[in-house]
């Protein structure tokens, strides 16, 4: 197994998406919910580092103690995903966006998350994108709490900037399974 390490700008977005969504109550038991060690490092953090996927999953496990049940957990990691991919899309990138189809960006998905990853893998079908469908597998990401509902978002906040209006249905991640091996998602829109 490769080093299970993500890029330091990830867990910087957590963190300002914590501070630009939460009153200062929520913030202070969501960064309660934080592993100290992840708290203590957040101010020396270098944005293009790699650092721990267990400090990511840290972050994502306060985010999820904001919610009171799975569909408010779910909500929550969702936001915090598309807030995530908003953040880490420079103006090229944004430009790019525009001008790409959903077959397109979904090819492009597992070069985005080797990007910000040493491990694990996000991989797309785009078999049946004329119909308005495509599917998307993570894996290789078992013990990365709740990454699975994040990605979500990622992914949400992808189709969307490609001019589509999408729903994104995954199966794997659950608050009773938190950090599963495998989370499948497939993307729909009308053609």
């Given at each position: 197994?490769?080093?299970?390490?993500?890029?330091?700008?990830?867990?910087?977005?957590?963190?300002?998406?914590?501070?630009?969504?939460?009153?200062?109550?929520?913030?202070?038991?969501?960064?309660?919910?934080?592993?100290?060690e992840v708290r203590t490092m957040?101010?020396?953090?270098?944005?293009?580092?790699?650092?721990?996927?267990?400090?990511?999953?840290?972050?994502?496990?306060?985010?999820?103690?904001?919610?009171?049940?799975?569909?408010?957990?779910?909500?929550?990691?969702?936001?915090?995903?598309?807030?995530?991919?908003?953040?880490?899309?420079?103006?090229?990138?944004?430009?790019?966006?525009?001008?790409?189809?959903?077959?397109?960006?979904?090819?492009?998905?597992?070069?985005?998350?080797?990007?910000?990853?040493?491990?694990?893998?996000?991989?797309?079908?785009?078999?049946?994108?004329?119909?308005?469908?495509?599917?998307?597998?993570?894996?290789?990401?078992?013990?990365?709490?709740?990454?699975?509902?994040?990605?979500?978002?990622?992914?949400?906040?992808?189709?969307?900037?490609?001019?589509?209006?999408?729903?994104?249905?995954?199966?794997?991640?659950?608050?009773?399974?938190?950090?599963?091996?495998?989370?499948?998602?497939?993307?729909?829109?009308?053609?």
């Amino acid at each position: 197994m490769s080093e299970r390490l993500t890029r330091g700008y990830a867990i910087q977005q957590i963190a300002d998406y914590i501070d630009r969504t939460y009153d200062a109550d929520a913030r202070a038991r969501l960064y309660e919910a934080i592993p100290g060690e992840v708290r203590t490092m957040l101010p020396d953090l270098k944005p293009t580092a790699w650092y721990p996927w267990e400090f990511n999953a840290g972050m994502l496990r306060g985010v999820a103690s904001i919610g009171s049940d799975e569909a408010s957990v779910y909500a929550e990691l969702v936001k915090c995903g598309e807030s995530i991919a908003t953040e880490a899309t420079n103006t090229f990138l944004r430009f790019l966006m525009k001008i790409l189809t959903p077959t397109v960006f979904a090819k492009k998905v597992p070069d985005f998350w080797r990007r910000d990853n040493k491990s694990g893998a996000l991989s797309s079908d785009t078999s049946e994108a004329s119909e308005g469908r495509i599917r998307m597998s993570l894996s290789d990401v078992g013990g990365y709490d709740h990454i699975g509902a994040a990605t979500v978002g990622w992914i949400t906040f992808g189709m969307k900037a490609t001019g589509k209006d999408v729903t994104v249905e995954q199966s794997g991640w659950s608050l009773d399974n938190p950090a599963p091996e495998r989370v499948d998602y497939t993307i729909t829109w009308s053609v």
